[in-house]
């Protein structure tokens, strides 16, 4: 069994940073992806960016530049640095771990880009 706790979130100005963190507990391994998915009100749930186990990344369009994800295989974490946030990145944000056979979200955290 995989949990994955988030943490991190919150209000922030325009222009600010936060860094959201997942902790991941159970049966991870160096195997498999690790990213960050978030969800506004009223709209789907959307990739934000992925890592694989070999360091190998993926950002959406909207965040490339801004967002950088990074993750450590012996302590099971994933983090994502959020730089030059806009109004537009509100949503609740869900790290996610996934490997033949897994697929595995953690609770959310809201984070919230208002002056």
């Known amino acids: 069994q995989v949990q994955l706790v988030e943490s991190g979130g919150g209000l922030v100005q325009p222009g600010g940073s936060l860094r959201l963190s997942c902790a991941g507990s159970?049966?991870?391994?160096?195997?498999?992806?690790m990213g960050w998915y978030r969800q506004a009100p009223g709209k789907q749930r959307e990739l934000v960016a992925t890592?694989?186990?070999?360091?190998?990344?993926n950002y959406s369009d909207s965040v490339k530049g801004r967002f950088t994800i990074s993750r450590d295989n012996g302590k099971k974490t994933v983090a994502l640095q959020m730089n030059s946030l806009k109004p537009e990145d509100t949503a609740v944000y869900y790290c996610?771990?996934?490997?033949?056979?897994?697929?595995?979200w953690g609770q959310g955290t809201q984070v919230t880009v208002s002056s």
């Open positions: 159970g049966n991870i391994f160096s195997i498999g992806v």
């Open positions: 996610n771990y996934r490997r033949t056979y897994l697929n595995a």
């Open positions: 890592i694989t186990s070999d360091g190998s990344t």
